[in-house]
């Protein structure tokens, strides 16, 4: 690829669409490279050239024996806390051990005892700091991809309305993967099932953004429309491997509804075309002879996922846009664990096993907003779905994988004593002395000015225990900003080793794949390999 090319890739050429993602909110495009600016190499803009990288590093590591004496996996559960950063953890589990009366740093979150813990490097093609449409193309279809791009290689800019349109940037998820190898394939979110994290695993779009027609439209007015790539809630229906999923759980029934449509809460869809996806979906599942059902709340779930013969299909949309944070959550909405349950429960049917993406998509929105009490609840919730799905999954056929697509700027500050309010204020006092909370964040929309030339104004004059209280920012920011910090991996059942050490973000889904024995070259072949090796060798 020529270096006009890689340019071609990075320089944005369109504007960006305005987005209705407040979390997400994105400046001015820069309208060409700057002068001295370092540009990736150009081999990045080829998904060859990340395939290739996750090899060398998963058959290092077969040769190391770290797939030795494992069986192989035949369901593969991702679970994704979406801004899960390191700090995000340490605190979640001394929150949740402190909601027991406990010191809390002992605590462990459910994964956290998992035997096996690597590393990701978590930055794009084009970007320092990664969004989660860019992460999510990375530990889903295994390449890394410009910020904003969803399921196409960093040959296609963000925002461009034709670059995606055609399959010659396209790349498959691990969820295509298994489908193609005859296993099933879910989602499952707190988010919208059209957001950038779940749209990963079945979507190719140039812009995470455009998750209903109208997205499209808008940003593409230009563009005539034969010529404009889907929206993602339309390719999720109606194009592989969306189309086949058996599970898809999660918010964001106005991008399937039309804009003159009420829902079951009253909002309105999102919709310019008048098609209502969700009935679509029905029809389109009941012509592949699946008996299909779509549920709105958790009763229904239940209802369905409990029943002797559940549906061969089931869509669940909880809620016109994301599902509430689960502090905030109202009786008749699902938890992440209730989801995961469900869906595990219509995957589990396939004697060939299954591929399912698990998110808790709201750790993420809670952090933009400084939000820390919430954000940790959402992490243990992710913690207790994860223990859910390993209740119900044999630890010997099924790898459970658990992950994050980015950091957040959320610090854990010293010095509290040991058992000190991980949400309250610390110990310590600043040089004026003036009192500061344990977790504070680098920039959003807790700055506050000072009080006086130098004071900080005191936070622990305010109900800092309000859900929706904002922490202490550094730099004013009406949405606080992603880390570029490493996440951390971590892997249970079959081969599970294979996820160990510090790797690029984009190994996450081979190496997975190489433990499961699915996807494309060189990863299935070499699981085969080393099964027969295993089988034919002394060593169990
Ligand atoms: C923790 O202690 C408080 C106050 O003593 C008590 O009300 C609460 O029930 C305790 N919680 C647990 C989980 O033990
Ligand atoms: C709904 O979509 C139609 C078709 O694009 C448009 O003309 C109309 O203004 C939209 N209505 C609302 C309420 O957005
Ligand atoms: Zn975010």
């Known amino acids: 690829m020529s270096r006009a090319a890689l340019l071609a890739g990075l320089l944005a050429l369109a504007t960006l669409a305005q987005g209705h993602d407040e979390y997400h909110r994105q400046g001015a495009p820069r309208a060409r490279a700057e002068a001295g600016e370092r540009l990736a190499d150009p081999a990045e803009l080829r998904p060859e050239h990340w395939a290739q990288d996750a090899a060398a590093a998963t058959l290092r590591r077969l040769a190391a024996g770290a797939a030795r004496g494992a069986g192989v996996a035949r369901n593969v559960v991702l679970f994704l806390g979406d801004g899960m950063s390191g700090a995000t953890m340490a605190a979640a589990r001394a929150h949740l051990g402190q909601r027991s009366n406990r010191t809390g740093e002992e605590t462990d979150l459910y994964f956290e005892t998992f035997p096996t813990v690597g590393l990701a490097k978590t930055y794009c093609v084009d970007a320092q700091i990664a969004d989660s449409a860019c992460t999510g193309t990375a530990y889903l279809c295994g390449v890394k991809a410009n910020r904003g791009t969803l399921g196409v290689s960093a040959a296609v800019a963000r925002g461009h309305c034709r670059a995606a349109v055609g399959s010659d940037h396209h790349v498959d998820s691990i969820a295509a993967w298994a489908l193609q190898d005859g296993r099933d394939a879910g989602i499952v979110t707190t988010t919208r099932v059209t957001h950038a994290s779940p749209a990963a695993a079945y979507a190719h779009s140039a812009e995470r953004d455009w998750e209903s027609d109208t997205d499209v439209a808008d940003a593409c007015a230009d563009t005539p429309a034969e010529h404009r790539q889907d929206d993602i809630a339309k390719q999720l229906v109606h194009s592989f491997p969306g189309n086949q999923f058996r599970v898809i759980l999660g918010g964001g029934r106005r991008e399937f509804l039309p804009n003159t449509t009420l829902d079951e809460d009253g909002t309105p869809g999102r919709r310019s075309d008048g098609r209502d996806l969700i009935a679509e979906w029905r029809t389109a599942q009941a012509a592949r002879g699946r008996r299909a059902?779509?549920?709105?709340?958790?009763?229904?779930?239940?209802?369905?996922?409990?029943?002797?013969?559940?549906?061969?299909?089931?869509?669940?949309?909880?809620?016109?846009?994301?599902?509430?944070?689960?502090l905030q959550a109202a009786p008749g909405d699902p938890s992440l664990a209730d989801l995961t349950e469900a869906a595990i429960r219509v995957l589990a049917r396939n004697p060939r096993g299954f591929f399912l993406f698990v998110e808790g998509g709201r750790i993420d929105h809670a952090h933009h907003d400084n939000l820390p009490r919430l954000a940790l609840d959402e992490t243990v919730e992710l913690a207790a779905a994860v223990e859910r799905?390993?209740?119900?999954?044999?630890?010997?056929?099924?790898?459970?994988?658990?992950?994050?697509?980015?950091?957040?700027?959320?610090?854990?500050?010293?010095y509290a004593r040991r058992g000190g309010d991980v949400l309250g204020p610390s110990d310590e006092v600043d040089a004026r002395g003036v009192p500061y909370m344990t977790l504070s964040y680098a920039n959003g929309p807790g700055f506050r000015p000072h009080v006086a030339e130098g004071l900080r104004d005191d936070l622990t004059r305010y109900d800092y225990t309000a859900a929706e209280f904002p922490f202490e920012a550094g730099a004013p920011?009406?949405?606080?900003?992603?880390?570029?910090?490493?996440?951390?991996?971590?892997?249970?059942g079959p081969a599970h080793a294979l996820l160990a050490g510090l790797q690029q973000q984009s190994h996450v889904p081979r190496r997975a794949a190489a433990a499961a024995c699915l996807g494309p070259p060189p990863h299935a072949p070499a699981c085969r390999r080393w099964r027969r090796g295993a089988a034919s060798s002394a060593d169990p």
Do not use: K
């Not at 390993?390 to 854990?412: C, P």
């Open 293 to 326: 059902q779509y549920v709105s709340d958790l009763a229904q779930l239940r209802a369905a996922a409990d029943a002797a013969a559940p549906p061969d299909a089931l869509l669940g949309l909880f809620a016109a846009s994301h599902l509430p944070y689960h």
């Open 389 to 414: 799905a390993a209740a119900l999954l044999d630890e010997r056929d099924s790898l459970l994988l658990v992950t994050s697509d980015h950091a957040h700027v959320m610090t854990y500050n010293g």
């Open 477 to 492: 920011r009406s949405s606080e900003t992603h880390g570029g910090d490493d996440v951390a991996v971590f892997a249970r």
